[in-house]
């Protein structure tokens, strides 16, 4: 049963590993971030304003005594730069400025408050970085100047080591949680691995203890479970084997009794010999379904000769066979069992239909299917998941001839083969028994 998840829920990782390192991922990044936020707003920060300050302290003492412009400095920014000459600090006008680098220089809007604070006007902040970091100051004293003050002891890239030593922090910090995670999803993946076997008849080596607490405790208790089916599903198969066997022995004693019976006798003869043959049936259908077709490797090979062969070996029969068949590619099949689901298949086809069958193959997508169909009166539509149930018979309208286990064999068969069987009922009448078998080795439909 397939599960309905909205539509942000598609987005979020579904594995306990994927779900782990988000969380891990997640947790780091917000304390990196808060980290640098830290950082920045108690260490540089502060840094910034101190230096903010100092520079505002250097330019009030610049225009305390004012600006003496006279015949040996002809400009206000000459008679600045004079006064400055010896403290780094350098004085431009507009165009000046953007000539030196103002333009690549970046506001600072909390500094530019400080400033003008210090300053008593408003004012502007700017820092570019070169080959040393400037501090580009407009002061309100002289709002058409820019002052340009570097900063040789300190530079941006200095930040570095910090920004190196949270990357590397953060980068381990993933790789731990990463193996962290890995290590928590490697057995929880083998438990699903081995109960997916365990699901399709296959009983794998006790598996290993190992995890945490909690993963080895569900480890021991499926190993436990496992052993428990492996158990009883010999103890039934022996069981079911065992009647089987026992029961041709008596039947064969009345065979040969019915066959010494008189001419007078012989319609007693002939229904005993009917009853024997359908019992015989029965018992072959328990022993196909308790060997649960493990025999035999599975080698590429082609549906059309195995429908081909069924159709040549029916031909004795009265009712019609259609073959519908095209280009198909091999698909890697037990084709006994391949061919014991088709012989299946077309057998309930006559026992049901009303004397017309047609079989068709196509490729579809990364499978190949094949399909049976009859013209007899079809099943009821709620009763289609529970006919592949064992002992389970259709109902009244196609009689309840037989054991009920021969749709249980085809769907073992097929989910052997990660595969899919679906009946439906045709919309001119009767029943299409449908099967997909992928080109590769695992599950493709859901």
Known sequence: ME????????????SAFSQTVLLIGSLLLINQLVSYWSVAVYFIKP???????????QINI?????VDVGREHLTMVDALNAKVRDDGMTVYNQKQAQEAGLGQATYYSFLSEQMSVYLGGEAEVRFSQGEKLDVWIKPPQAPTLWIKVPLTGINESDLSPLTLYLLVIGGLSVAGGWLFARRQNRPLKRLQKAAVAVSQGDFPPTLPLSGSTEIVEVTHAFNQMAHSMKQLEQDRALLMAGISHD????????????EMMVEDD?????????DIEDMDAIINQFIAYIRNDREGVREPDQINRLIQEISQQESHREETIELSLADCPDVPMNSVAIKRVL???VENAFRYGNGWIKISSYHQGNAVCFSVEDNGPGINEAEVEHLFQPFTQGDTARGSIGSGLGLAIIKRIIDRHHGKVKLSNRPQGGLKAQVWLPLIDKNLYN
């Open 3 to 14: 599960l309905k998840l909205k539509w942000w829920q598609r987005f979020l990782p579904r």
């Open 47 to 57: 840094s910034y304003e101190q230096i903010n300050q100092l520079i505002a302290r």
């Open 62 to 66: 610049l225009f305390v005594d004012g």
């Open 247 to 258: 029961l041709r022995t008596p039947l064969t004693r009345i065979r040969l009794a019915s």
């Open 266 to 274: 012989q319609y007693l003869k002939e229904g005993i010999v009917t």
């Open 343 to 345: 012989s299946n298949l």
